[in-house]
Nanobody
Framework: QVQLVESGGGLVQAGGSLRLSCAAS????????MGWFRQAPGKEREFVAA????????SYADSVKGRFTISRDNAKNMVYLQMNSLKREDTAIYYC?????????????????WGQGTQVTVSS
């Protein structure tokens, strides 16, 4: 029902910023909670941020709190992740995901749809 495509990744120096975008297609996009996850080499996929159906609830991993901001524009079928003050530890493939569950979900197992991922590399 939903297809997700991420963009905006790339190479950035530590302390810099990137804005990731996730374009969604399909019916009833506003009925999906959205999340960002990331996976670094040799590591498990981890939760980054989530936003509820209408943006009323937000959740962030402690490692990115205060630096990253998740937002959505349902009229444009878009989800964003603004990343500021980037660190080498933020280097990973970032995935956009959608869930039909309400609230904010932090587990990979609770998401139904996934994008292909976009690479973010932070250099020192």
């Amino acid at each position: 029902q939903v297809q997700l495509v991420e963009s905006g990744g790339g190479l950035v120096q530590a302390g810099g910023s990137l804005r990731l975008s996730c374009a969604a297609s399909g019916r009833t996009f506003s009925s999906y909670g959205m999340g960002w996850f990331r996976q670094a080499p040799g590591k498990e996929r981890e939760f980054v941020a989530a936003i509820s159906w209408f943006g009323s609830y937000l959740s962030y991993a402690d490692s990115v709190k205060g630096r990253f901001t998740i937002s959505r524009d349902n009229a444009k079928n878009m989800v964003y992740l603004q990343m500021n003050s980037l660190k080498r530890e933020d280097t990973a493939i970032y995935y956009c995901a959608g869930t039909r569950l309400s609230g904010v979900q932090k587990s990979n197992r609770l998401y139904d749809y996934w994008g292909q991922g976009t690479q973010v590399t932070v250099s020192s």
